[in-house]
T-cell receptor, first 115, second 111 residues
Framework: DTEVTQTPKHLVMGMTNKKSLKCEQH?????MYWYKQKAKKPPELMFV???????INESVPSRFSPECPNSSLLNLHLHALQPEDSALYLC??????????????FGSGTQLSVL | GDSVTQMEGPVTLSEEAFLTINCTYT??????LFWYVQYPGEGLQLLLK???ADDKGSNKGFEATYRKETTSFHLEKGSVQVSDSAVYFC??????????WGAGTKLIIKP
Protein backbone atom coordinates (compact mmCIF):
# COMPACT_ATOMS: atom_id res chain seq x y z
CA ASP A 1 0.00 0.00 0.00
CA THR A 2 1.67 3.20 -1.19
CA GLU A 3 -1.26 5.49 -0.68
CA VAL A 4 -1.85 8.54 1.41
CA THR A 5 -5.59 8.91 1.93
CA GLN A 6 -7.17 12.27 2.69
CA THR A 7 -10.75 13.02 3.70
CA PRO A 8 -12.88 14.81 2.83
CA LYS A 9 -12.05 15.55 -0.81
CA HIS A 10 -14.04 18.77 -0.74
CA LEU A 11 -15.09 20.99 2.16
CA VAL A 12 -17.09 24.19 2.31
CA MET A 13 -17.18 25.99 5.63
CA GLY A 14 -18.23 29.28 7.09
CA MET A 15 -15.85 31.52 9.00
CA THR A 16 -17.37 30.49 12.35
CA ASN A 17 -17.30 26.75 11.71
CA LYS A 18 -14.96 24.17 13.19
CA LYS A 19 -13.92 21.32 10.93
CA SER A 20 -11.12 18.78 10.63
CA LEU A 21 -9.13 17.37 7.76
CA LYS A 22 -7.88 13.81 8.06
CA CYS A 23 -4.92 11.99 6.57
CA GLU A 24 -3.88 8.35 6.84
CA GLN A 25 -0.97 6.24 5.57
CA HIS A 26 0.00 2.62 6.15
CA UNK A 27 3.49 2.63 4.67
CA UNK A 28 5.22 2.75 8.05
CA UNK A 29 6.38 6.30 7.38
CA UNK A 30 7.36 8.30 10.45
CA UNK A 31 7.22 11.81 8.97
CA MET A 32 3.93 13.42 8.00
CA TYR A 33 3.36 16.83 6.49
CA TRP A 34 0.64 19.39 5.85
CA TYR A 35 0.99 21.61 2.80
CA LYS A 36 -1.23 24.40 1.50
CA GLN A 37 -1.47 24.93 -2.25
CA LYS A 38 -3.12 27.87 -3.95
CA ALA A 39 -4.19 27.53 -7.57
CA LYS A 40 -1.28 27.56 -10.04
CA LYS A 41 1.27 27.80 -7.22
CA PRO A 42 3.72 25.35 -5.66
CA PRO A 43 2.80 23.80 -2.31
CA GLU A 44 3.72 25.73 0.85
CA LEU A 45 4.85 23.76 3.87
CA MET A 46 2.73 24.28 6.99
CA PHE A 47 3.65 21.58 9.51
CA VAL A 48 5.85 18.51 9.83
CA UNK A 49 5.49 15.73 12.37
CA UNK A 50 8.43 13.42 12.88
CA UNK A 51 7.90 10.34 15.05
CA UNK A 52 4.59 11.83 16.22
CA UNK A 53 6.24 15.03 17.45
CA UNK A 54 5.77 18.42 15.84
CA UNK A 55 9.11 19.23 14.21
CA ILE A 56 8.26 22.18 12.00
CA ASN A 57 5.61 24.89 12.22
CA GLU A 58 6.10 27.40 9.44
CA SER A 59 4.58 30.27 11.44
CA VAL A 60 1.09 29.10 10.61
CA PRO A 61 -1.79 31.06 12.22
CA SER A 62 -3.30 29.41 15.27
CA ARG A 63 -6.62 28.95 13.51
CA PHE A 64 -4.90 25.88 12.01
CA SER A 65 -4.14 23.24 14.64
CA PRO A 66 -2.36 20.01 13.68
CA GLU A 67 -2.60 16.75 15.55
CA CYS A 68 -0.80 13.45 15.12
CA PRO A 69 -2.65 10.80 17.19
CA ASN A 70 -0.36 7.99 16.02
CA SER A 71 2.22 7.24 13.36
CA SER A 72 -0.45 6.52 10.71
CA LEU A 73 -2.80 9.44 11.25
CA LEU A 74 -2.57 13.18 10.85
CA ASN A 75 -5.33 15.68 11.44
CA LEU A 76 -5.66 19.38 10.75
CA HIS A 77 -8.24 21.15 12.89
CA LEU A 78 -9.71 24.30 11.42
CA HIS A 79 -11.41 27.09 13.35
CA ALA A 80 -12.43 30.63 12.48
CA LEU A 81 -10.86 30.51 9.05
CA GLN A 82 -10.76 33.41 6.63
CA PRO A 83 -11.75 33.40 2.94
CA GLU A 84 -8.07 33.69 1.99
CA ASP A 85 -7.51 30.28 3.59
CA SER A 86 -9.41 28.71 0.70
CA ALA A 87 -6.94 26.37 -1.00
CA LEU A 88 -6.00 22.76 -1.65
CA TYR A 89 -4.63 21.18 1.52
CA LEU A 90 -2.23 18.36 0.86
CA CYS A 91 -0.99 15.73 3.26
CA UNK A 92 2.28 13.94 2.57
CA UNK A 93 4.46 11.35 4.25
CA UNK A 94 8.05 10.17 4.02
CA UNK A 95 10.19 7.54 5.67
CA UNK A 96 11.08 9.76 8.54
CA UNK A 97 14.50 11.30 9.00
CA UNK A 98 14.19 14.13 6.50
CA UNK A 99 17.20 12.79 4.64
CA UNK A 100 18.31 14.54 1.49
CA UNK A 101 16.96 11.95 -0.93
CA UNK A 102 13.74 11.18 0.89
CA UNK A 103 10.70 10.84 -1.36
CA UNK A 104 7.44 12.48 -0.42
CA UNK A 105 4.18 10.59 -0.97
CA PHE A 106 1.23 12.95 -1.38
CA GLY A 107 -2.47 12.46 -0.91
CA SER A 108 -4.96 13.86 -3.41
CA GLY A 109 -5.80 16.73 -1.14
CA THR A 110 -8.83 18.43 0.37
CA GLN A 111 -10.19 21.35 -1.64
CA LEU A 112 -11.30 23.83 1.01
CA SER A 113 -13.60 26.78 0.40
CA VAL A 114 -14.20 29.29 3.20
CA LEU A 115 -17.28 31.45 2.75
CA GLY B 1 19.25 31.71 0.02
CA ASP B 2 18.49 28.60 -1.95
CA SER B 3 16.09 28.97 -4.86
CA VAL B 4 14.70 27.15 -7.89
CA THR B 5 13.75 28.82 -11.17
CA GLN B 6 11.59 27.11 -13.75
CA MET B 7 10.59 28.20 -17.21
CA GLU B 8 7.21 29.85 -17.29
CA GLY B 9 4.31 28.07 -18.88
CA PRO B 10 2.09 26.99 -20.19
CA VAL B 11 4.11 24.89 -22.58
CA THR B 12 1.94 23.63 -25.43
CA LEU B 13 3.15 20.80 -27.66
CA SER B 14 1.72 18.36 -30.14
CA GLU B 15 1.69 14.65 -29.37
CA GLU B 16 5.04 12.94 -30.07
CA ALA B 17 6.98 16.21 -29.83
CA PHE B 18 10.23 16.52 -27.87
CA LEU B 19 9.88 18.12 -24.45
CA THR B 20 12.29 20.23 -22.44
CA ILE B 21 11.30 22.05 -19.26
CA ASN B 22 14.17 24.13 -17.91
CA CYS B 23 15.07 24.22 -14.23
CA THR B 24 18.01 26.02 -12.66
CA TYR B 25 18.86 26.31 -9.01
CA THR B 26 20.91 28.30 -6.53
CA UNK B 27 22.11 26.43 -3.48
CA UNK B 28 24.93 26.07 -1.02
CA UNK B 29 26.40 22.61 -1.09
CA UNK B 30 25.05 19.83 -3.26
CA UNK B 31 21.35 19.30 -2.60
CA UNK B 32 19.29 16.47 -4.00
CA LEU B 33 17.07 17.56 -6.89
CA PHE B 34 13.58 16.37 -7.76
CA TRP B 35 10.88 16.61 -10.38
CA TYR B 36 7.33 16.20 -9.11
CA VAL B 37 4.25 16.04 -11.33
CA GLN B 38 0.68 17.04 -10.50
CA TYR B 39 -2.08 15.70 -12.73
CA PRO B 40 -5.40 17.59 -12.78
CA GLY B 41 -7.36 17.13 -9.57
CA GLU B 42 -4.62 15.15 -7.86
CA GLY B 43 -1.78 15.55 -5.40
CA LEU B 44 1.87 15.61 -6.40
CA GLN B 45 3.88 12.52 -7.18
CA LEU B 46 7.60 12.08 -7.54
CA LEU B 47 8.61 11.73 -11.18
CA LEU B 48 12.37 11.39 -10.76
CA LYS B 49 15.28 12.50 -8.62
CA UNK B 50 19.06 12.85 -8.59
CA UNK B 51 21.20 13.03 -5.50
CA UNK B 52 24.63 14.09 -6.79
CA ALA B 53 26.33 15.79 -9.69
CA ASP B 54 26.13 13.98 -13.05
CA ASP B 55 23.40 11.64 -11.78
CA LYS B 56 20.62 11.05 -14.27
CA GLY B 57 17.12 10.43 -12.95
CA SER B 58 14.64 8.70 -15.23
CA ASN B 59 11.08 7.44 -15.10
CA LYS B 60 8.22 6.90 -17.59
CA GLY B 61 10.38 8.12 -20.48
CA PHE B 62 11.34 11.35 -18.67
CA GLU B 63 14.97 12.13 -17.88
CA ALA B 64 16.89 14.85 -16.07
CA THR B 65 20.62 15.18 -15.39
CA TYR B 66 22.07 16.96 -12.36
CA ARG B 67 24.51 19.47 -13.89
CA LYS B 68 26.65 21.15 -11.25
CA GLU B 69 28.57 23.31 -13.70
CA THR B 70 25.39 24.94 -15.04
CA THR B 71 23.34 24.47 -11.82
CA SER B 72 20.59 22.92 -13.90
CA PHE B 73 18.21 19.95 -13.80
CA HIS B 74 16.24 20.20 -17.05
CA LEU B 75 13.41 17.74 -17.65
CA GLU B 76 13.28 16.03 -21.06
CA LYS B 77 11.13 13.48 -22.86
CA GLY B 78 11.61 12.29 -26.40
CA SER B 79 7.97 11.84 -27.39
CA VAL B 80 5.16 13.27 -25.27
CA GLN B 81 1.63 11.91 -25.02
CA VAL B 82 -1.66 13.59 -24.22
CA SER B 83 -1.57 11.81 -20.85
CA ASP B 84 1.59 13.79 -19.93
CA SER B 85 -0.49 16.95 -19.63
CA ALA B 86 0.07 18.12 -16.06
CA VAL B 87 1.94 20.66 -13.95
CA TYR B 88 5.62 19.86 -13.37
CA PHE B 89 7.52 21.14 -10.33
CA CYS B 90 11.28 21.19 -9.92
CA UNK B 91 12.47 21.12 -6.31
CA UNK B 92 15.63 20.88 -4.25
CA UNK B 93 16.15 19.47 -0.80
CA UNK B 94 16.91 22.41 1.46
CA UNK B 95 17.17 21.00 4.98
CA UNK B 96 15.48 18.37 7.07
CA UNK B 97 11.96 17.90 5.74
CA UNK B 98 12.10 21.09 3.67
CA UNK B 99 11.98 21.34 -0.10
CA UNK B 100 12.44 24.53 -2.11
CA TRP B 101 9.96 24.45 -4.99
CA GLY B 102 9.99 26.04 -8.40
CA ALA B 103 6.89 27.90 -9.53
CA GLY B 104 5.67 24.99 -11.64
CA THR B 105 5.28 24.62 -15.40
CA LYS B 106 1.96 23.65 -16.91
CA LEU B 107 2.32 21.29 -19.86
CA ILE B 108 -0.47 20.94 -22.43
CA ILE B 109 -0.22 18.21 -25.05
CA LYS B 110 -2.57 18.42 -28.01
CA PRO B 111 -3.53 15.32 -30.02
Amino acid sequence: DTEVTQTPKHLVMGMTNKKSLKCEQHMGHRAMYWYKQKAKKPPELMFVYSYEKLSINESVPSRFSPECPNSSLLNLHLHALQPEDSALYLCASSQGRGATNEKLFFGSGTQLSVL
Amino acid sequence: GDSVTQMEGPVTLSEEAFLTINCTYTATGYPSLFWYVQYPGEGLQLLLKATKADDKGSNKGFEATYRKETTSFHLEKGSVQVSDSAVYFCALHHSNYQLIWGAGTKLIIKP
